[in-house]
DNA sequence: TTTGAAAAGCTTGATAT
DNA sequence: ATATCAAGCTTTTCAAA
């Protein structure tokens, strides 16, 4: 397999997980390698894919969307040619952070954040209407979030 | 105390939670600022915890966690005050990527992250173990992920 | 692979509008 | 609020090991 990620990997991208903006130069000294080779580590899991992008975290409350919906849903197993159509419905909605295709009861789970609650609804019904393949849905409001990220535990 | 976003926050918003490195000068061309008032906006958003990090995002596949699961947990509600050492124990976890606190048939949801189906179950053997108020659980596995991230839609 | 140093590029802070 | 510019950092490149 392409990527062997040895220890020092490891720390660093432990830490560039946390803190994207970290100069070279701090995690250098965390980790014990020069500036230099900090960044050329830093390139070579960049262009491996192993680090697929640098993002800013907002705060979803503060950037004015303090609900978030954990959607289950069921589609028609019989008609598999309206499914890539559902795929590319859930990629071009901004409000559908997350989505898994998944074994069980259900088929799709969603992450959904949103306004307010009409807001939630009027995203729900242009799921069902825009995708007749939906066979039935069922959300779960979140009252809490203990932990969000895709943070991988590199020991 | 809500933060009032303008329409060039949210633009600069836009940008950062796609790519947090993009330099100031090119973020301001693309919105029509100078770099520092770009480098003023997200000095403020940060302060102001609308921007709450910075990180760099790993493909978990390639980090070595090729497996996702969702798991739904159901607590024994009559013993609250083990609820909140189960949010510590969560938070512990770092193979435990998200949890919710959801309304519906079960209390968590969890996204986890698995290196294999012994690590995922050697978790969840630890759970049940360790947190006494766990009256069941159900695991999905995820067969594809459409989307993930928690990019919040402005405009 | 690594370091170290110079060049290039980016950010920050002062000043002015 | 904003832009411009200079100073200070950070990253990148390259030579050498």
């Known amino acids: ?29 965390a980790i014990g390698l020069s500036p230099s080779a900090v960044q050329r580590r830093l390139a070579r899991l960049r262009d491996g894919g192993v680090i697929t992008a640098e993002v800013a975290v907002l705060d979803a409350k503060a950037a004015g969307f ?30 559908i952070q997350e989505a898994w295709y998944v074994t069980g009861d259900s088929d799709f789970v969603l992450v959904v954040a949103a306004r307010d609650v009409e807001d939630y609804d ?5 799921l069902v209407s825009e995708n007749p393949n939906i066979r039935r849905f069922r959300t779960r409001v979140t009252l809490g979030t203990l ?3 895709a943070t991988v535990p590199l020991e």
């Open 1 to 29: 397999m392409p990527h062997d990620l040895d220890r020092i990997d490891r720390k660093l991208l432990q830490i560039v997980q946390e803190n994207a903006r970290l100069p070279a130069e701090k995690i250098g000294a």
């Open 66 to 95: 303090p609900l978030t919906m954990i959607v289950d849903i069921e589609v028609e197993r019989e008609r598999p040619e309206l499914l890539s159509a559902f795929k590319r419905w859930i990629a071009r909605e901004g409000a």
């Open 122 to 126: 009027a995203l729900m019904q242009r």
């Open 147 to 149: 932990k969000r990220g």
